[in-house]
């Protein structure tokens, strides 16, 4: 019997990096980049998906997109790129917070993706500065900051859900 088989290249990922930010690069794979639109050259991740749930899903990529900043500090990354990358994260959820626009913003704005550009662009492979106490000082009230916009936002739209709702169904 004569078959032939036709050999298909499928690639999930990129190729693999020698630069020890494989996690960083597929955390904001999954959040920006995962999934395929049909027919384009457009990919959508996690992101904006669960950025769908009212109140929880902004406040939860965000803290997942957290993850690359703590890489970075450690990476060595510049104070001034820790706050433009910071900046990237509460963009996205103070865009994110509105229905509907907010998840289309993230599709399009892919912001894990950009602060993973910047953690590869400031970072010096083979080497890794210790961080100080001054850095952890400064990341953590970076991301203090990013939270405490991102938990605001997200009690706030909960709080107009709950409203529009008891509005609709008669004082709940």
């Not at 894990?112 to 106490?133: A, E, F």
């Amino acid at each position: 019997m004569d078959s032939k088989v036709r050999e298909i290249e499928v690639e999930v990922l990129p190729p693999a990096r020698k630069d020890g930010h494989d996690f960083s690069r597929l955390l904001a794979w999954v959040l920006d980049d995962l999934i395929p639109i049909p027919g384009t050259k457009f990919r959508v991740g996690l992101d904006p998906i669960i950025g769908l749930i009212p109140g929880i899903g902004d406040t939860s990529t965000t803290a997942f997109a957290s993850v690359i900043l703590i890489r970075a500090l450690r990476a060595g990354v510049p104070r001034i790129v820790l706050a433009r990358m910071a900046a990237n994260l509460m963009l996205n959820s103070l865009i994110g917070v509105i229905p509907g626009v907010g998840d289309v913003f993230s599709a399009w704005f892919k912001s894990n993706r950009r602060n993973y550009d910047l953690l590869q662009k400031h970072s010096v492979p083979g080497t890794r500065r210790v961080s100080t106490k001054g850095d952890w000082a400064f990341l953590i009230g970076l991301l203090a900051v990013v939270f405490a916009v991102v938990i605001t936002l997200a009690l706030a739209a909960g709080y107009l859900a709950f409203r529009m709702l008891s509005v609709l169904f008669g004082g709940l």
